[in-house]
């Protein structure tokens, strides 16, 4: 395994910070030992990247698409591998590392179909009326171009498809952008194999080496050097609040400042109505438990919050539901900094004025996070802001509502999230329709009648919603609408053939 | 007229500062006495904007479409009026502004048909694949929805296009948001005259009150205060950098921060190749002065910079230019405050080292403008980065380049722009076509053989470009595209015809 960081062709060189996958299922650092990056060498990925550009918007969608097809088939073609050392690497279990594999394949082949139908570039040709009264028109063309090299930050959450060849990278590729990724720390085995699968895919297709590049570092330094590298165009970041903000900030304040599609943290709320609540408490209660468990509750889309209506079936619901997460094995979190991190936010949701402590799942040595469940009231909700805000990992607060106008009330303060789902029996379509009108202002994705979790990968997605769900709140981050992100309009006015773009021939 | 800000269905009370507009053509005050809206008018106008927001949401593209037309309906009604005012108030020659209601009419119009077909909102339906393998394919549904309460800026050099009914406005209602005017203090008479039409409209559609309102202020300090409001969802402006960027910062700022389309400022560089100055530098030199000079020169498009080859035909070709602005008459500017900023900038640009005044135009009282043309090598202008800078108002500098090469580095170093034309024979295409290449990465629209001023109001049009031209970079401000930027994508999953939008069933 190649421990360097990958600049086009080039391997980095020793010298930098050392660092190490650790694995949080087996408690042991995993070899090989990676090295970070220099911020020469960082400069250096941007710098065959922006020379990359021009070359790469020149490409045809179909050129694009041979590339991202390559890439599929060399995850699949490595896919066992790339599994097993997914699975060390973040403890997920090894068949969600194969599902993920498959996901992203799917992923880049839906790109690729983007990127050869030429749909995304919306090509728009008005021509000339040399006669129009009071002045003639001129001859107008226009279409959606590459933005330029694009940073990608790999998430620590899924190590393929929000990573090193994951929906960012895609879709910046499908446009016809470079791409330097930085590597997420925790899983650089996984990055570095689907990089040199990337490095093979790019020489293969005789595309320039500052098409693809992948930087190691064992801190945040580099990504916030290379946040501020001239030459960049746009950043795409896929993790906590915190580190969003700061990519923001950094990138606002660039003399020339530059776009960051951040997706940083979301509380997903599910509704239950009461008629559904009532009629198949138990049933919800037994999917509400699997879906804040799913992953280790490490999904962007894990249901932080529930809103239940005081109501003679509540009890039964809950008690239904704490059932499940007292008998929640206790599995091994991603890293050990996200665990620290997720202990510390649970103990202090817990000693929260206002909270209780429905149930906790079983505990586990190192790095295995106990399933927890709270219970709070709208209006100590509202007392305590903190309790807005996503805990990483398997846990879930239920705000128990009055009735459904504190479940509108609630709706109507909300803020951003990715997801929300209702529950509601056909009878309640009254209900479900007012608070549905409300709380599809506050998301990207509205769901009826089942869980957050999960996120198709298709031309009518929407993986994004407002802030502080995303810093863009206007696009997607999954699904081939994510490719307009990383382009801008431009117009050719009176332009012969030999000055357009071949779409606008 | 109405003296005071528009409050939904209410009008503003005295109180605030007064202001009159001031016709710099005549150095006189205008009547009537404008009175500022307060913190709290304004938090009003966004409140009721907040609460009309959900049914401007649930209306019809045909309905939105009505509200259009009826807005250009009005206008047309009262053009004389309404022409006769904006002359008084900005100096704009009478043809110049009813020739602007002209185009705001249709702009109005081009949005409303945008609004009918619906084509803006990308409505995708993929029906659910309940036997899909491994999983099941839930129905997911999508499409854009508008964003909430915008604010829009009036712009100075426009007042109406720009303006209280201009891009940005009709934009907005179009994809279905309230709209806040903050009207631009150089032209309130314009913009309440605007302001009645709209609020007539409004109420004879049957819409809410917060629809449309419109606030006067004598300073900065109200818009600063519109935009921190928390019911705000996005910024509209055109005007100064230090305008837009101050907007950026407040709205970066804001707990939630909210996106500013921010279109500020362009130099626009036109490129003449050294065949089209041979073959005909005269033309180009007539058509150049009057693009320079029209509007005096208060166009977000204007020429600010000339690149020309070093050549045979250099000398004959400035001369014929200078002899154009020499003989320029001394118009009136819009506004003091703007004849004073020329006047420093011109003569800073003046007093920098290795810049020769070329020309001067005529001298005269007042606000008056004497039109300026500069000249200085490429090497002076890579040592003095302001001379990159936009000057608003009837002024240019020629950059003089040994050759072709020379040009070609201009352009692969030059700062984003609204536009950038080429002139070039036909024997001259690969040279064109070279740099084409390069400029088309910098400035939303290329223009062959014409000159930047003159955007066309369609659906192909761009009128964007890269920072500094805007704050944005990937959208257009003229056109029907410049819906999208008011919109966000939200997704239903699984969801009944009760809970979706009409265009989704």
Redesign the interface.
Known sequence: MNPFSLLGFRDGAPGGATFCAFSTAEDRELEPVFHSASAAEADLAVELAVAA??RL??TSGAERGALLRALAAGLEAQAAALAARAHLETALPLARCQGEIGRTCGQLRLFATEAESGRWA?A???LAQPDRQP?P??D???LR?P??PVAVFGASNFPFAFSTLGGDTAAALAAGNPVVVKAHPAHPGTAAHCGQIARAAVREAGLPEGTFSLLFDAGHGLGAHLVRHPGLAAVGFTGSRRGGLAL?ELA?RRP????VFAEMSAVNPVFLLPGALAARGAEIATGLAASIQLGVGQFCTNPGLVLVPRSAATEDFLTALAGRISAASAEPMLTRDIHRAYVAAAAARAATSGVRLLARGATGSGARAEAQLFATTLADFRREPALGEEIFGPCSLVIECADLAEMRAFAEEM??SLASC?FFQPEE??S??AL???V??R????????FPT?V?V?????H?G???AT?D????SVGS?AIERF??????????P??LPRELH
Chains 1, 2 share one sequence.
């Open positions: 550009a021009p918007a020149a919306d728009r040709i008005e002045l028109k001129p107008h063309r226009s171009r933005l330029g923001m606002a020339r400042p530059i776009p803020e951003g209702l379509i009254e479900a329709r549905a009108a409300v599809a202002t998301v990207g994705r509205l769901v009826a009648n089942a999960g198709e298709s031309p009518a997605i929407v994004g407002p802030y502080p810093s709140g206007a696009s997607t609408r382009t801008r309009l431009v117009c050719w006015q009176s332009c012969p030999e000055l």
